[in-house]
């Protein structure tokens, strides 16, 4: 009975490079969220995507990020051209539907920019 | 600033002793939840209070709502070393994607033995 599981639990880049984080939802989930955390700070929402579909990305930065939610496999978010503002905790929720259920969190990929 | 800020930013208490901390928000909701965050751990979902509710408990945790002051509450009783923890007030809005979460700044406790 796993919950969300996120990988890698720490990645670190350099600046310009690619990362890709990865989160697989909960069985049985078929939306999920994105946010970052900052040091000391909540947790900012980012995207949220049913599968195959984005369904809100006001969160996101235009440029440099994406997400994806394909109709198998994990749901990846990837941030192109790294720079070092992009360091934070990115955290993935999933939730089964719309109705009054709460998002179950994942423990997180702590993404650092050298 | 943030849809839901914390007060206070962080609370030092002794075992046993009773923790209560407030969250403000500024837009109407759907409901408000407040989840706890470990150090280095994901957010573990507390307990969800409807716009339309006013009071509600689950074990040692009582949260209310006033969306008059756009204000809520939660009350950790008898608290344990274990709760020590940050704890998040998150909105869901009114209109628009109710899964949308907006959360608070936080308030750090901290239960020593």
């Known amino acids: 009975n796993a919950g969300v599981m996120q990988n890698p639990r720490h990645l670190v880049r350099r600046r310009g490079q690619e990362a890709r984080l990865r989160c697989s939802p909960m069985k049985g989930h078929s939306h999920v969220y994105w946010y970052r955390q900052l040091p000391e700070e909540g947790l900012k929402f980012m995207v949220y995507l049913q599968k195959e579909n984005i369904i809100d990305e006001s969160g996101m930065p235009k440029e440099r990020f994406s997400a994806e939610f394909p109709k198998e496999g994990p749901s990846i978010l990837r941030i192109q051209q790294v720079v070092r503002g992009d360091s934070a905790a990115y955290f993935c929720?999933?939730?089964?539907?719309?109705?009054?259920?709460?998002?179950?969190f994942g423990d997180g990929t702590r993404l650092s920019i050298l | 600033s943030q849809q839901g800020e914390e007060d206070p930013q962080a609370l030092s208490i002794q075992e046993g002793e009773n923790a209560t901390m407030n969250c403000s928000y500024k837009?109407?909701?759907?409901?408000l939840q407040w989840y706890r965050q470990n150090s280095g751990r994901g957010l573990v979902h507390l307990i969800l209070i409807r716009s339309n509710e006013r009071e509600k408990h689950s074990g040692r945790l009582r949260v209310t709502l006033d969306t008059s002051k756009k204000s809520s509450s939660l009350l950790i009783t008898a608290s344990r070393a274990a709760d020590t923890a940050s704890y998040f007030c998150?909105?869901?809005?009114?209109?628009?994607?109710?899964?949308?979460?907006?959360f608070g700044t936080g308030t750090r406790l901290q239960v020593t033995l």
């Open positions: 998150a909105t869901a809005p009114r209109v628009g994607t109710a899964s949308k979460l907006t």
């Open positions: 837009t109407s909701i759907n409901n």
């Open positions: 929720a999933s939730s089964p539907d719309l109705t009054l259920k709460p998002q179950h």
